[in-house]
């Protein structure tokens, strides 16, 4: 049961957090998104909730491997001081389907490139620290079709291969269930499940 590329990091939970330097106050919030529009949506509320803002400066990163898409903005900010910093703490930890946006209100001081710079870095840093981060696994539906007197053979299988059983149900009195089980694990699984029922399990298509 080998890891095959089908692991990642991303954030356990939403976040915010604030840092005064200066007189200017930067909000630091942390998102996990599964998808480009997701978090374009949650970039807008934020726009939207805080207009009074000076700056609502982001980064985001979504999926895996060559699917990978990003994208980071200084919204205003002079260039390379805001939206790179931001996106460099997401690829710093390997993180993805995360969104971080540091919004700021100008407090009358001007704090210079080098100082925008480390107050969006450590404005994400810490979202990111307050969110926690967690290992998750890339996952596909099975639906197996099970005789009675190896039902339980089966289900054990499922928790033993680190599955979670979706739905039980039943297609011409052969009772079946819908397991989800981790993508690098499915070729051993299915063999297993095969050779513990003597070629008897079937598997199908989820609708």
Same mark, same amino acid.
């Given at each position: 049961m080998d890891n095959i590329?089908?692991?990642?990091?991303?954030? =356990?939970?939403?976040? /915010?957090? /604030?840092?005064?330097?200066? *007189?200017? =106050?930067?909000?630091?919030?942390?998102f996990p998104c599964k998808s480009e529009a997701e978090a374009e949506s949650a970039?807008?509320?934020?726009?939207?909730?805080?207009?009074?803002?000076?700056?609502?400066?982001?980064?985001?990163?979504?999926?895996? *491997?060559?699917?990978? =898409?990003?994208?980071?903005?200084?919204?205003?900010e002079p260039s390379g001081t805001a939206g790179k910093p931001i996106y460099d703490q997401i690829l710093g930890q390997n993180l993805t389907n995360v969104?971080?946006?540091?919004?700021?209100?100008?407090?009358?001081?001007?704090? *210079?490139?080098?100082?925008l710079t480390h107050a969006y870095s450590d404005s994400a840093a810490e979202s990111i620290n307050r969110a926690g981060i967690i290992e998750q696994f890339l996952t596909?539906?099975?639906?197996?079709?099970? /005789?009675?007197?190896?039902?339980?053979?089966? /289900?054990?299988?499922i928790h033993k291969f680190q599955g979670k059983i979706v739905a039980r149900g039943a297609a011409e009195q052969i009772p079946s269930i819908t397991a989800e089980i981790r993508c690098s694990f499915i070729p051993e699984f299915k063999s297993r499940a095969t050779e513990s029922t003597s070629g008897r399990v079937r598997f199908g298509n989820v609708d």
């Open positions: 590329d089908d692991n990642y990091f991303t954030i =356990k939970t939403t976040s /915010e957090i /604030e840092i005064k330097i200066k *007189g200017s =106050k930067f909000f630091g919030r942390a970039l807008t509320l934020i726009r939207k909730k805080y207009f009074d803002a000076t700056h609502h400066c982001f980064a985001y990163r979504i999926g895996l *491997g060559p699917e990978t =898409k990003f994208r980071y903005s200084d919204a205003g969104l971080v946006v540091v919004t700021r209100y100008f407090g009358g001081t001007k704090l *210079g490139t080098g100082g596909e539906q099975l639906l197996l079709f099970v /005789e009675f007197h190896d039902y339980n053979i089966v /289900e054990r299988l």
